[in-house]
């Protein structure tokens, strides 16, 4: 079966500009979480969504936010984008919330200049 | 503040060689402890580990969970230069302002 999807690969932006990411889910899915990964963070915590509903959280501004749609599909947007907003933001799915693991996709490279 | 530990943080050995990677976290109510290897840019999932003491394993890779030390250890036998990548361990808590907490990996590299 497909894998989890996001697009679009790679992306340069100029600060102040916004930016929206999409994610879609391994089919049956319905939990999908966002990450930023950064060389010297690691896999910073973005935001958790299962049936349309944010459901956790992490400690981003208020610049990040997402949304998911009735076909479990999601998209992040980060708006007026700083240097160091570029990273490598990695969707994950699950089957749903609890204990059953992720699978990521490859990620959207966001460069902002 | 809940936290995932790595260690070390970086390794390189030579192919043939045995490995151990720890982790070690302090999370609120702990559910799971998850191992990812990451060699370009999709982490692609190990095992999960939710009991303490029973082993994982799967060819040259096996890992175990000691909850009473709060930690796991990730080992690889027989190390191929293909195992170079880095090692992501994610623990899953109830903190309620995230789903898993990653630590920032090791990064191993295995010469040939």
């Known amino acids: 079966k497909a894998g989890v999807t996001q697009t679009p690969r790679y992306l340069i932006k100029t600060r102040g500009q916004q930016v929206t990411l999409s994610c879609s889910p391994i089919?049956?899915?319905?939990?999908v979480s966002w990450y930023q990964q950064t060389p010297g963070q690691g896999l910073q915590f973005l935001f958790e969504?299962?049936?349309?509903?944010?459901?956790n959280k992490g400690n981003f501004p208020g610049r990040f936010s997402g949304r998911q749609f009735s076909n479990s599909r999601s998209e992040m947007n980060v708006s007026t984008l700083e240097l160091g907003d570029s990273a490598l933001y990695l969707c994950?799915?699950?089957?749903?919330?609890?204990?059953?693991?992720?699978?990521f996709g490859s990620g959207t490279r966001l460069t902002v200049v | 503040e809940d936290k995932v530990v790595q260690s070390p943080l970086s390794l390189v050995v030579h192919e043939g060689d045995t490995v151990t990677l720890n982790c070690s976290y302090e999370?609120?109510?702990?559910?799971?402890l998850l191992w990812y290897k990451q060699e370009k840019k999709a982490p692609t999932f190990l095992f999960m580990l939710t009991s303490s003491g029973i082993e994982k394993k799967s060819g040259r890779l096996s890992s175990i969970l000691d909850k009473k030390e709060l930690s796991s250890i990730l080992n690889i036998t027989a190390t191929q230069t293909g195992d170079s990548a880095i090692y992501l361990c994610a623990v899953e808590g109830t903190s309620g302002t995230y789903k898993y907490i990653f630590g920032t990996g090791t990064r191993l590299k295995v010469l040939a």
């Open positions: 999370v609120t109510n702990f559910r799971s």
């Open positions: 969504y299962f049936s349309e509903t944010q459901r």
């Open positions: 994950a799915s699950s089957q749903e919330v609890g204990n059953y693991g992720y699978t």
């Open positions: 089919s049956g899915h319905r939990s």
